[in-house]
T-cell receptor
Framework: GAVVSQHPSRVICKSGTSVKIECRSL??????MFWYRQFPKQSLMLMAT?????????EQGVEKDKFLINHASLTLSTLTVTSAHPEDSSFYIC????????????FGQGTRLTVV | KQEVTQIPAALSVPEGENLVLNCSFT??????LQWFRQDPGKGLTSLLL?????REQTSGRLNASLDKSSGRSTLYIAASQPGDSATYLC????????FGKGTRLHILP
């Protein structure tokens, strides 16, 4: 299957700082990327959907000014957690898909964010 | 708004048994449905993808079925092994990919 690389896998940051997470599709062009967060022992909650070259569409309750998503190229999307607080500590996972609504979704390995 | 439900939430069975995990979704206008496994603290491993026009997909000891009209999918695991212990997630896809809460499976040696 196709490969999606997410970086970093783990990050610890201080409250008030910003953290950027990268999601790269290594061997295909990802026209659509999805970002999720997962709290311990819970499922993946969709945060936003981004299409290459367009502004991301955020789910209800997700602050777009806090979670900045950029999808400037067909192989890279970034999620920046701005002014991070301890409650932002979570597991963040990205997904990338090729063009077409019935295409398979490929997932990154996830990023464990801890805000201290 | 699509809602995906998985039953049971947790399951423990002796090694060697066959088992079925259930997934239901409220909006049948999906493009496809995907099953994943997730080990503790890890990312997702894709198991099977069923397109909306398909009824089932098989990979090794795994078989997934899809009844789009009734909004249901099942994941059948044959001859379960301790290494199958994990959380199994189903996800429906329309313009978004929505996950169920998962089934935590524990295979007893």
């Amino acid at each position: 299957g196709a490969v999606v690389s997410q970086h970093p896998s783990r990050v610890i940051c201080k409250s008030g700082t910003s953290v950027k997470i990268e999601c790269r599709s290594l061997d295909f062009q990802a026209t659509t990327m999805f970002w999720y967060r997962q709290f311990p022992k819970q499922s993946l909650m969709l945060m936003a959907t981004s299409n290459e070259g367009s502004k991301a569409t955020y789910e209800q309750g997700v602050e777009k000014d806090k979670f900045l998503i950029n999808h400037a190229s067909l192989t890279l999307s970034t999620l920046t957690v701005t002014s991070a607080h301890p409650e932002d500590s979570s597991f963040y996972i990205c997904s990338a898909t090729r063009q077409g609504r019935n295409t398979e979704a490929f997932f990154g390995q996830g990023t464990r964010l801890t805000v201290v | 708004k699509q809602e995906v439900t998985q039953i049971p939430a947790a399951l423990s069975v002796p090694e060697g048994e066959n088992l079925v995990l259930n997934c239901s979704f409220t909006d049948s206008a999906i493009y496809n449905l995907q099953w994943f496994r997730q080990d503790p603290g890890k990312g997702l491993t894709s198991l099977l993808l069923i397109q909306s026009s398909q009824r089932e997909q098989t990979s090794g000891r795994l078989n997934a079925s899809l009844d789009k009209s009734s909004g249901r999918s099942t994941l059948y695991i044959a001859a379960s092994q301790p290494g199958d212990s994990a959380t199994y997630l189903c996800a429906s896809r329309d313009d978004k990919i929505i996950f169920g809460k998962g089934t935590r499976l524990h295979i007893l040696p």
